[in-house]
């Protein structure tokens, strides 16, 4: 399967998605959804994508003119592959690739993020730990979007620390936008 980049520099660009059953990557009318929501905070913006999969979601960031983005994945094939496609795409210099699991990284990334979007496989509980890791760190605070995407009948992301800002709906897909909170 090929996802493609919607806007952006790399607008139409094919994100590849390598064989198999180790991603599932957001649909389009999804990731289309997101990136409209967010809006303009994504340039100039740093992001953490955990459970990166195909790379989709942090490459339409780049397109659309964010900073840095951190690809977190666990798989070692699929994590070359976003590696492979940074270098297609020219991004080197904008991309880190952590291959690892994501309660593993959240203890390794270094800096503030402004955008962190978790697409964990739908059969895992929400990121209870990770993000709560990253919360403590300082590496997500109440400026930073905070993005978990499940599966409508999934169990919402609820932890102290964090509210649910707005729920969005597409499908068998939600997008929980959470907030940090004191």
């Known amino acids: ?3 493609r980049i919607s806007g952006g520099e790399l607008r139409s660009r094919a994100v590849p998605s390598p064989r198999g059953a180790a991603v599932r990557p957001t649909p389009g009318r999804v990731k289309e959804a997101l990136f409209s929501i967010v809006g303009e905070r994504i340039a100039g913006a740093r992001v953490l994508d955990l459970y990166a999969g195909t790379g989709a979601i942090g490459f339409e960031a780049l397109s659309r003119g964010a900073e840095h983005v951190v690809f977190v994945e666990i798989h070692a094939p699929t994590a070359a592959a976003i590696k492979r496609t940074a270098q297609e795409f020219g991004l080197t210099e904008k991309v880190s690739v952590i291959c690892s699991p994501v309660e593993t990284a959240a203890k390794r990334v270094a800096g503030r993020f402004d955008m962190v979007y978790a697409d964990p496989p739908y059969a895992l509980p929400p990121p209870h730990l990770t993000f709560g890791r990253l919360r403590e760190r300082g590496a997500i605070d109440a400026e930073t979007i905070v993005i978990y995407e499940r599966r409508n009948d999934g169990p919402p992301f609820a ?9 969005a709906n597409y499908g068998e897909t939600t997008l929980q936008f959470l907030k940090v909170v004191p």
């Open 1 to 3: 399967m090929t996802m």
């Open 159 to 167: 932890s102290p620390g964090f509210e649910t800002a707005r729920e």
